[in-house]
């Protein structure tokens, strides 16, 4: 059984650049969840994908944006990075949504 | 709006001694409860889980207990390793057929360390 994958593991960005971020999910999981966790504090849900479809959204703003593909693997865009955006970005895949969530390793993004 | 506390950001214990870890919440829709460990350079590993319909939910070393009038929780690690040094989440989540199912929603964890 093959786990969450992420990449890049480390990516250095500039103010107002874009960004895109990859997962695959854990094999026979339909369900991508994507977190951003700041430096000290908890992971912070960002959005989640359900066949293809985003399936809710936490308080991020539009320039966060997803996708999910047939395979179930997912992308995080983010557009006009910011400096805040700086953060451990965590994927997480479960089967139908539900609340077991197996994470990645994350992306370290870093916004200069 | 922190829905989910951690109050506590470190504990520190002997080896084979009991490591309790708490948690509390205010949303009362909440009616699953989850901890992760998380080590440095990986992403959270679930640990064990409860659900709102029970009380207490045992797996080897650990425990979970869910006081639902308190709204509160705990994570009890018997004995205590130093290999179980680690941050610990708190997650929550509301029920199947809510519009948040299947959301999680972090405490911002606790740094237990176990010294031999």
């Known amino acids: 059984e093959t786990g969450v994958t992420q990449s890049p593991t480390h990516l250095i960005k500039t103010r107002g650049q874009q960004v895109t971020l990859r997962c695959s999910s854990q094999s026979g999981h339909n369900t991508v969840s994507w977190y951003q966790q700041a430096l000290g504090q908890g992971p912070q849900f960002i959005f989640q994908?359900?066949?293809?479809?985003?399936?809710g959204r936490g308080n991020f703003p539009p320039r966060f944006s997803g996708l999910q593909f047939p395979n179930y693997s997912s992308e995080l865009n983010v557009n006009a990075l910011e400096l805040d955006d700086s953060a451990l970005y965590l994927c997480?895949?479960?089967?139908?949504?539900?609340?077991?969530?197996?994470f990645g390793p994350g992306t370290r993004l870093t916004v200069t | 709006d922190q829905q989910v506390k951690q109050n506590s950001p470190s504990l520190s214990v002997q080896e084979g001694r009991i490591s309790i870890l708490n948690c509390d919440y205010t949303?009362?829709?909440?009616?699953?409860f989850l901890w992760y460990k998380k080590y440095p350079a990986e992403g959270p590993t679930f640990l064990i889980s409860i659900s709102s319909i029970k009380d207490k939910n045992e797996d080897g070393r650990f425990t979970v207990f869910l006081n639902k009038s308190a709204k509160h929780l705990s994570l009890h690690i018997v004995p205590s390793q130093p290999g179980d040094s680690a941050v610990y989440f708190c997650a929550a989540s509301v029920g199947p057929g809510g519009t948040s199912y299947g959301k999680l929603t972090f405490g911002q964890g606790t740094i237990l360390t176990v010294h031999p």
């Open positions: 997480a895949s479960s089967l139908d949504g539900s609340h077991e969530q197996y």
């Open positions: 949303n009362s829709m909440f009616d699953y």
């Open positions: 994908y359900y066949r293809e479809e985003e399936n």
